[in-house]
C-alpha cells in the first residue's frame, strides 16, 4: 500500500499519537481507536485541514464507542445501561457538568464547546443503535437504508458544522453519503453476524431471490448464486446513494470537498465487490485496498470525492 506518510501527509502532532505512551491524552486516544476500528476513515480524517481533523477524529471516535456496544455486549439489558449512560455522558457536556473521566467524553467536551455542536446529531447515532436491527433482521430494503442514514449521515453533518459549513448541497451530499456508507458497512458485516448465526438481510431480498436465512449464517461461507443476487441488491442501493453524492460535487463548497473522501473508500470497495462477482464470503473482501491511499491523496489534490 502506498503510505500517506511518504507524501508528508501526517502531521507531527498525529505521528506522535502512534508512539507507545502509558496514558494517551484523550485527543491521541480517538486517533488511535479510529486507526484500530476504522482504518479507512482514519486515512480520510488524515487529510481533513489540521483545525478540523481534531474534531472529526472526536466525532468518529464516539461513533465507533457507539456501535461497539451493540458488537460487544450480549446481554440487552446491558447495552440498553450502556446507551444511557453515553446518553447521560453528553447531557452532561450540554448542561456544563463535569465532563466524565472517560478519553472520549473528555475529548467531546472540548469539542462540542469549541465549535458548537449540535447535539442532536450525537444523539441520532445513540438512537439508531439502542433502536437498532431486530434479532431476526430487518424486514425490507427500506428499513435497511434508514438504518444506514442515522448510523452514518449523523457523523457527516457534524464534521460540516465543525468546519463552519452550512450548506445545503454539502448536507444534500452528506445524506446520500451516509447511505451508501452505511449499506457498504451492513453488507461487510455479513460474515462476522454468519459466525454467531445472525442474519442482517432484508427479508423482502430473502424472499425476492428464494434465499433462506440460513444461507447467510452457515459457518460453511459460501456464496450461492442466490447470496450474490441479494448482496447484489444491497450493493447496488448503496451505488445509487454514493453516485448521487458524487454527482453534487461540482455544487458542494470546495472546502467541504475532503469531508467527503470517504466515498472513494466506499466506491473502491463496491468496485472491489463487484469483481469477486459479489461474492461476500470472498477473501478479498477482507483485504486493504492497495491504491486507496493514492487515491485518496489524489481526490484532495483534485478537490473531488
Same mark, same amino acid.
Given at each position: 500500500?502506498?503510505?500517506?506518510?511518504?507524501?508528508?501527509?501526517?502531521?507531527?502532532?498525529? %505521528?506522535?499519537?502512534?508512539?507507545?505512551?502509558?496514558?494517551?491524552?484523550?485527543?491521541?486516544? %480517538?486517533?488511535?481507536?479510529?486507526?484500530?476500528?476504522?482504518?479507512?476513515?482514519?486515512?480520510?480524517?488524515?487529510?481533513?485541514?489540521?483545525?478540523?481533523?481534531?474534531?472529526?477524529?472526536?466525532?468518529?471516535?464516539?461513533?465507533?464507542?457507539?456501535?461497539? =456496544?451493540?458488537?460487544?455486549?450480549?446481554?440487552?439489558?446491558?447495552?440498553?445501561?450502556?446507551?444511557? #449512560? #453515553?446518553?447521560?455522558?453528553?447531557?452532561?457536556?450540554?448542561?456544563?457538568?463535569? *465532563?466524565?473521566?472517560?478519553?472520549?467524553?473528555?475529548?467531546?467536551?472540548?469539542? =462540542?464547546?469549541?465549535?458548537?455542536?449540535?447535539?442532536?446529531?450525537?444523539?441520532?447515532?445513540?438512537?439508531?443503535?439502542?433502536?437498532?436491527?431486530?434479532?431476526?433482521?430487518?424486514?425490507?430494503?427500506?428499513?435497511?437504508?434508514?438504518? *444506514?442514514?442515522?448510523?452514518?449521515?449523523?457523523?457527516?453533518?457534524?464534521?460540516?458544522?465543525?468546519?463552519?459549513?452550512?450548506?445545503?448541497?454539502? !448536507?444534500?451530499?452528506?445524506?446520500?453519503?451516509?447511505? *451508501?456508507?452505511?449499506?457498504?458497512?451492513?453488507?461487510?458485516? =455479513? +460474515?462476522?453476524?454468519?459466525?454467531?448465526? @445472525? %442474519?442482517?438481510?432484508?427479508?423482502?431480498?430473502?424472499?425476492?431471490?428464494?434465499? +433462506?436465512?440460513?444461507?447467510?449464517?452457515?459457518?460453511?461461507?459460501?456464496?450461492?448464486?442466490?447470496?450474490? !443476487?441479494?448482496?447484489?441488491?444491497?450493493?447496488?442501493?448503496?451505488?445509487?446513494?454514493?453516485?448521487?453524492?458524487?454527482?453534487? %460535487?461540482?455544487?458542494?463548497?470546495?472546502?467541504?470537498?475532503?469531508?467527503?473522501?470517504?466515498?472513494?473508500?466506499?466506491?473502491?470497495?463496491?468496485?472491489?465487490?463487484?469483481? =469477486?462477482?459479489?461474492?461476500?464470503?470472498?477473501?478479498?473482501?477482507?483485504? @486493504?485496498? +492497495?491504491?486507496?491511499?493514492?487515491?485518496?491523496? #489524489?481526490?484532495?489534490?483534485?478537490?473531488?470525492?
Amino acid at each position: 500500500m502506498i503510505l500517506l506518510r511518504n507524501f508528508h501527509l501526517v502531521p507531527s502532532r498525529t %505521528c506522535r499519537s502512534f508512539s507507545a505512551r502509558s496514558s494517551p491524552s484523550p485527543a491521541d486516544y %480517538c486517533i488511535n481507536l479510529v486507526k484500530q476500528y476504522d482504518y479507512e476513515n482514519f486515512l480520510c480524517t488524515l487529510l481533513l485541514p489540521g483545525n478540523l481533523r481534531r474534531a472529526a477524529f472526536c466525532i468518529r471516535a464516539f461513533n465507533i464507542e457507539v456501535s461497539l =456496544i451493540g458488537d460487544k455486549i450480549t446481554e440487552e439489558n446491558i447495552g440498553l445501561m450502556r446507551y444511557k #449512560w #453515553w446518553n447521560e455522558a453528553l447531557g452532561g457536556i450540554y448542561n456544563e457538568k463535569s *465532563a466524565l473521566k472517560h478519553p472520549v467524553v473528555l475529548e467531546l467536551n472540548k469539542v =462540542i464547546k469549541e465549535h458548537k455542536l449540535l447535539k442532536r446529531q450525537f444523539t441520532r447515532l445513540i438512537t439508531a443503535r439502542s433502536n437498532s436491527i431486530p434479532k431476526t433482521g430487518f424486514k425490507t430494503m427500506t428499513d435497511m437504508e434508514a438504518y *444506514a442514514e442515522e448510523s452514518t449521515s449523523p457523523v457527516y453533518y457534524l464534521i460540516l458544522q465543525a468546519a463552519g459549513l452550512t450548506d445545503v448541497k454539502a !448536507d444534500h451530499a452528506a445524506s446520500h453519503l451516509g447511505k *451508501a456508507q452505511g449499506l457498504v458497512n451492513l453488507i461487510r458485516s =455479513i +460474515p462476522h453476524h454468519a459466525s454467531r448465526r @445472525r %442474519c442482517l438481510v432484508p427479508e423482502d431480498l430473502l424472499l425476492k431471490h428464494d434465499v +433462506p436465512q440460513e444461507a447467510f449464517m452457515s459457518s460453511r461461507y459460501v456464496s450461492t448464486k442466490g447470496v450474490r !443476487d441479494v448482496v447484489f441488491d444491497i450493493a447496488s442501493s448503496g451505488k445509487i446513494h454514493l453516485d448521487k453524492a458524487r454527482q453534487l %460535487c461540482d455544487d458542494v463548497p470546495k472546502a467541504a470537498r475532503t469531508v467527503f473522501l470517504p466515498a472513494i473508500a466506499t466506491r473502491n470497495y463496491l468496485e472491489r465487490l463487484r469483481d =469477486i462477482d459479489f461474492d461476500i464470503f470472498h477473501y478479498a473482501t477482507h483485504e @486493504r485496498s +492497495p491504491n486507496l491511499g493514492f487515491n485518496l491523496f #489524489w481526490a484532495k489534490l483534485t478537490r473531488s470525492y
